[in-house]
């Protein structure tokens, strides 16, 4: 590998590690959020979220990163500088997601886990903070450890608005030099990358292991 080649690939994995830090950071809170919106009794609030849910997870996410850089522009007047458009369209397409495996969780909890909040005399703000969340994040680890890996692959449709992430350098490595060698290297990096990523969730898990 070329000494080129190798700092071009380290400077796109540091970008690829900040658009999933970003995105884990942004959308998981919000994604609770949306949440609790689709679990609102009030139909004003949660069938738009539910249609927000249904655009979010029925459109590609490489569609939505080319409206969210693209469509402000048409629209408004002014557009997003590229990695913030990024950002952006990855916060809100996961947030999406996040908010389903949040509701799987809290929905798997038993009536009676509320009840016995009340006799202990918790607050409701209590007893889902003290004995639901935990089980909720306990439930939920599995299909949220499954989504960051797609997060780590799905970076690479950043390259799409011209982000320089790994894909995107590799890809033109390959193509400059006739070679599928970066290519190679750049499925390397998303397989490490996610190698450590299913290792933190299988961490947390036996961590988590006292609430079964």
Known sequence: MSPVLLNSLASSTLTLCLIFFLTAVLSLPLGLLVAFGRMSRFKLLSEPVRFYQLVMRGTPLILQLMFVYFAPYYIFGFSFKRFTACIVGFTINYAA??????????????????????????SQRQTFLRIILPQVIKGILPPMGSEFMTLVKDTALASVIAVPEVFRVASSAASRSFSTW?????????????????????FAEKKLDYYR
């Open 182 to 202: 970066p290519l190679v290297y750049a499925g390397v990096i998303y397989f490490l990358l996610n190698y450590i990523v299913e290792f933190s969730f299988h």
């Open 97 to 122: 997601y996040f908010a389903e495996i949040y509701r799987g969780g809290i929905a798997s909890i038993p009536k009676g886990q509320y009840e016995a909040g009340r006799v202990l005399g918790f």
